[in-house]
Each structure stands twice: as structure tokens, then as C-alpha cells.
T-cell receptor
Framework: ETGVTQSPTHLIKTRGQQVTLRCSSQ?????VSWYQQALGQGPQFIFQ???????GRGNFPPRFSGLQFPNYSSELNVNALELDDSALYLCASSPYATGANEQFFGPGTRLTVL | GQQLNQSPQSMFIQEGEDVSMNCTSS?????WLWYKQDPGEGPVLLIA?????ELTSNGRLTAQFGITRKDSFLNISASIPSDVGIYFC????????????FGKGTKLSVKP
């Protein structure tokens, strides 16, 4: 069974640029959630995708957007990067979108905005 | 908005000692999860709790879902050096559509 994978591992961008992060869900999981983890903090929910549609969103601006593909993999896109966007971006997959369920995390993408 | 208070923020313990940490919420949760995160990695799920009062073990780890549904506890017995890391509690309420709310973490350091 393959776990959650993310790419790239690290990324350096400059302010104003755009970035795309990718995630492959764990085998058998159809739901993907994205989180932002600033240094020294717990992960903060960005949004969740289920059946290729956004299924809930946290307190993040519209320049954070996403996609889910038929194979359940997902992308996180961030436009007009700001310095405060520097963080570890985590993807988590789960077998169900709602109800009691566990989310399994990938290793994350470390984004640095200069 | 909902907040999770996790304590202690950090702790140093002697190898072999037992460890306790807890999380409290400003609102009721119907799911509590405990994760461990090592440097440069994503959080790893340790224990999941779904019922008030539930007590669940995973090896040397034991977690409880508080009966008020606003708190949870994690205990580690006979700590070893590989227990070092940051432990996060996370919760979900019945109204959320999938998002987990995380505490700020408890950093555990063990003296060999």
C-alpha cells in the first residue's frame, strides 16, 4: 500500500510568483485535504477536495486554489505569493469526506518565499 | 473560531518516565486524533478517538476522549529516546466538512 506522496520536497519562490504543489493520495482514499503549517505552529486547514470538487474551506484567501483529478490526486495553487506564505504545506488523504475518519499526511512541501 | 489549547508546550523527561499531555477545546468535538511529527516530516497518526469516554491504546501510548467532549489526553509510558518529537492533538466537530483543528503541539525531549 502506497502512502501519501507530495512533490516537490522543497521550493523557493519570490514574492508575486505563482506556485503549484502536488499530492498523490493513499491507495483507496478519495478525499484530499491541504494544510499550511507555519514554523512552530500546528497545521491550519486550507481546503478539502472530494469527487473533484471543493468540499470545505478554511480561512484562506481566494489566491489559494486547488484541483482534484479523477485518480484522486490533487494540486494546490497559490498565486501572488507573499512572504507569509512561507511554510510547510501538507496534504492529507482519507477514505471518506465526512463522518468520523482519520486523515493520513504526506511528508509535505517546504515553500520559501523571498 | 474554535481553538485548541495543548499543554504543556514542551517537556524534558528522563528515559523510562511516563509522559502526560492534554488538549482542551472551546467547543464540543466528535473526533479526537493524536499525531506525532518528526523534523522535516508530516504528522503520523498515533491514535483516533470517536466516543466520549473512550480509552484507546497503541503500544505504550494511551489516549482518552474526555467525557465533556471538550478535551483529550495522551499518555506515553516508559519513554524511550525515539519518543522525541512534537505531538499534536487534532479535533473535528460534527458541523465541519472534513477539516481538522490542530493544537500548537507539545515538544517532547528525552534525556538518554
Amino acid at each position: 500500500e502506497t502512502g501519501v506522496t507530495q512533490s516537490p520536497t522543497h521550493l523557493i519562490k519570490t514574492r508575486g510568483q505563482q506556485v503549484t504543489l502536488r499530492c498523490s493520495s493513499q491507495s483507496g482514499h478519495n478525499t484530499v485535504s491541504w494544510y499550511q503549517q507555519a514554523l512552530g505552529q500546528g497545521p491550519q486547514f486550507i481546503f478539502q477536495y472530494y469527487r473533484e470538487e471543493e468540499n470545505g474551506r478554511g480561512n484562506f484567501p481566494p489566491r489559494f486554489s486547488g484541483l482534484q483529478f479523477p485518480n484522486y490526486s490533487s494540486e494546490l495553487n497559490v498565486n501572488a505569493l507573499e512572504l507569509d506564505d512561507s511554510a510547510l504545506y501538507l496534504c492529507a488523504s482519507s477514505p471518506y469526506a465526512t463522518g468520523a475518519n482519520e486523515q493520513f499526511f504526506g511528508p509535505g512541501t517546504r515553500l520559501t518565499v523571498l | 473560531g474554535q481553538q485548541l489549547n495543548q499543554s504543556p508546550q514542551s517537556m524534558f523527561i528522563q528515559e523510562g518516565e511516563d509522559v502526560s499531555m492534554n488538549c482542551t477545546s472551546s467547543s464540543i468535538f466528535n473526533t479526537w486524533l493524536w499525531y506525532k511529527q518528526d523534523p522535516g516530516e508530516g504528522p503520523v497518526l498515533l491514535i483516533a478517538l470517536y466516543k466520549a469516554g473512550e480509552l484507546t491504546s497503541n503500544g505504550r501510548l494511551t489516549a482518552q476522549f474526555g467525557i465533556t467532549r471538550k478535551d483529550s489526553f495522551l499518555n506515553i509510558s516508559a519513554s524511550i529516546p525515539s519518543d522525541v518529537g512534537i505531538y499534536f492533538c487534532a479535533g473535528r466537530d460534527g458541523g465541519s466538512q472534513g477539516n481538522l483543528i490542530f493544537g500548537k503541539g507539545t515538544k517532547l525531549s528525552v534525556k538518554p
